[in-house]
């Protein structure tokens, strides 16, 4: 009985952790300041991080310092495809309060100031 415990509990937690969260993946920024990029959603501990993979300017793919960076800090699942937890914008090195609303293929991306009264917003397309 010990052994069947045992077994069905690990197969329910390997089932658990194939179940990945659909925000990961590539996503298309809109362009800020003319330029726009692809980021990486992976999870970073609990929660999801977004790295900044490949950038493009009005011509074409260039390699932006900012390459490898975080732009999407910590952010989890509030139920519901709603997330909250930190953005940095690169154009002004500023870190927000960070909040995502997924919808299928699209992700409405906000960073705010003075306790959300005050919000910038984007919306991101998936690439993959």
Not at 23 to 46: N, R, V, Y
């Amino acid at each position: 009985m010990k052994m069947l415990l045992a077994t069905t509990l690990a197969a329910l937690t390997l089932a658990g952790a194939a179940v990945a969260d659909p925000i990961l993946g590539t996503w298309k920024t809109q362009p800020d300041d003319g330029s726009f990029a692809h980021i990486e959603m992976a999870p970073c501990g609990a929660a999801i991080c977004g790295k900044i993979a490949r950038t493009f300017n009005g011509e074409g793919e260039y390699s932006s310092p900012n390459i490898g960076k975080t732009l999407v800090i910590d952010m989890v699942a509030q139920g519901d495809g709603y997330y909250t937890g930190e953005v940095w914008r690169p154009s002004n090195d500023k870190i927000y309060t960070g909040k995502m609303d997924l919808n299928g293929n699209s992700l409405a991306l906000r960073g705010c100031v003075a306790g959300g009264l005050i919000c910038s917003k984007q919306t991101w397309t998936r690439v993959k």
